[in-house]
């Protein structure tokens, strides 16, 4: 993302005074609220419009569950990132939320300031657990990966990629966020996004969920 770009948020929450509030709190952050809404379908409708570049939403909506906003949302559009914030903490919820295509995952007892940082990282494309949360996802990671996967029988067994992008692709599933991998590789924050964009494109996944999934697979978290 752009540091010159002001990064377009949109709040959904079916709760008035709590939307107002948060998106009151972002934009005073300096985020660019281009929408809010109430309800999953005028979240769709309103999110498809508008086309935010992060997408702040609580779980528990009337007339289409969180979990389904954000399936159809960043199904239709990959670049899209979900923030979801929630009271609720369970371990079910955070799972599905991060299935359904969402960046991070945020309980609602978080500080404005924790919550603006997690915009600005999501907005990144880096992953923002609540404390406690990041390690229960990872975990679930590892279980899938364990998982027999049905593949189908044309399906390329060992796309081409660089070593670079090989590279990327361990400290992903290692778990380190994009600004981490470029710190560690001494290459731009951008430059991992490519690349990271470039792998999805070759292995045909959607997102990173996948991509960590793929990589822990073929062990490449233990290398």
Known sequence: MSEQRTVRVMVVDDHP???????????????????????????????????????????????????????ELVGADPKLRVLVLSASGEHAD???????????????SASTQELSDAVRSTAAGDPVFTPGLAGLVLGEYR???????PTASNEPKAPQLTERETEVLRLVAKGLSYKQIAERLVISHRTVQNHVQNTLGKLQLH?????????????????
């Open 17 to 71: 005074m709590w939307r107002d509030a948060v998106a009151r709190d972002l934009a005073a952050a300096g985020f660019d609220v281009v929408a809010t809404a109430g309800d999953g379908p005028q979240a769709v409708r309103r999110a498809r419009a508008a086309a935010p570049d992060v997408l702040v939403l609580d779980l528990n909506l009337p007339g289409m569950p969180g979990v389904q906003v954000c399936k």
């Open 94 to 108: 955070v799972l599905e939320a991060v299935k359904s295509g969402a960046t991070g995952y945020l309980l609602k």
């Open 207 to 223: 997102n990173r969920v996948e991509l960590v999934r793929y990589a822990i697979e073929r062990g490449l978290d233990d290398i």
């Open 143 to 149: 279980r899938l990966a364990s998982d027999p996967v």
